[in-house]
Nanobody, 128 residues
Framework: QVHVVESGGGLVQPGGSLRLSCVVS????????VGWFRQAPGKERGFVAA????????YYASAVKGRFTISRDNDKNTVTLQMNNLNPEDTAVYYC?????????????????????WGQGTQVTVSS
């Protein structure tokens, strides 16, 4: 069984930074690719960023590219999303998701249905 747990959300002022962490635990969990998604009130859950199991390849939504950085430490089974220069449009519940090893990941990393395991989400609020 694979478990996904996010942490690090909170309230931050516009222009500020937050760091979200995602721990993926379970057998062979360090071979899983990981994605971050977010869902604002009244909106669908959307792709934010993703990272391959090795950490060699990262992907970003256009809305966050240049402001967010995804990284991973497989020794600690942890994926981190560093979010800088936050704005009110970034306010949402952020979800971490894990995908078992897949040869098609480079084509499907952005899709909600790609991921088998999801965390419970962590709230990020950007407001003055």
């Amino acid at each position: 069984q694979v478990h996904v747990v996010e942490s690090g959300g909170g309230l931050v002022q516009p222009g500020g930074s937050l760091r979200l962490s995602c721990v993926v635990s379970g057998r062979t969990s360090n071979t899983y690719s990981v994605g971050w998604f977010r869902q604002a009130p009244g909106k669908e859950r959307g792709f934010v960023a993703a990272i391959s199991w090795s950490g060699a390849t990262t992907y970003y939504a256009s809305a966050v590219k240049g402001r967010f950085t995804i990284s991973r430490d497989n020794d600690k089974n942890t994926v981190t999303l560093q979010m800088n220069n936050l704005n009110p449009e970034d306010t949402a519940v952020y979800y971490c998701a894990a995908d078992p090893p897949s040869s098609s990941y480079s084509n499907t990393y952005y899709a909600f249905g790609t991921y088998d395991y999801w965390g419970q989400g962590t709230q990020v609020t950007v407001s003055s």
